[in-house]
Nanobody, 125 residues
Framework: QVQLVESGGGSVQAGGSLRLSCAAS????????MAWFRQAPGKQREGVAV????????YYVDSVKGRFTISQDNAKNTLYLEMISLKPEDTGMYYC??????????????????WGQGTQVTVSS
């Protein structure tokens, strides 16, 4: 089992910055990959950033490249998402997720077995 608890969301103006945190506990065997997803009202959940916990390799969806940075602090068992130059279209509930599956579509929600409760990010124009 893996438990994930997000924090750090809030309301900012366009161009602003936020850092999300995800405190993880439980089996590291189930955390080969960790990711941040977001979901806007009326839209499907979208993967935005993924990290391979073993190699540290990171992957981003095109819409956030150059603006979002995913990172991990293994000593603190914490996942981060640093977001700069935020846009109104970045608004949504942000979720931390963990997967033990290796390979395949890293941004597919179905591969992630464990999810946090989410933290809201609102970007106003």
């Amino acid at each position: 089992q893996v438990q994930l608890v997000e924090s750090g969301g809030g309301s900012v103006q366009a161009g602003g910055s936020l850092r999300l945190s995800c405190a993880a506990s439980g089996s590291t065997d189930n955390r080969n990959y960790m990711a941040w997803f977001r979901q806007a009202p009326g839209k499907q959940r979208e993967g935005v950033a993924v990290i391979s916990t073993g190699t540290g390799y990171t992957y981003y969806v095109d819409s956030v490249k150059g603006r979002f940075t995913i990172s991990q602090d293994n000593a603190k068992n914490t996942l981060y998402l640093e977001m700069i130059s935020l846009k109104p279209e970045d608004t949504g509930m942000y979720y931390c997720a963990a997967s033990r599956v290796i390979g395949g579509d890293l941004f597919a929600p179905r591969r992630y077995n464990y999810w946090g409760q989410g933290t809201q990010v609102t970007v106003s124009s």
